[in-house]
């Protein structure tokens, strides 16, 4: 793959990962409080999409790719 690829989907997966991370976020702030299973399923998909969104900012703004 070359550079210009890579960048692309690094780029792909940061707007993915922070998208996850606020969509699920706020599901688990809003769910019922009788839905617990909800809550902490909605809260890991969350926390995965915060450290894919930080994980590939950080690899953009470093110009690892």
Known sequence: MTRKTTLKWIANGNVLGWSAFWVFGFLA????????????????????????GVWCYLRLMRGDA
């Open 29 to 52: 702030v809003t769910a019922p409080a009788q839905a617990t299973g909800q809550m902490v399923g909605a809260a890991v998909v969350s926390f995965l999409g915060l450290v894919l």
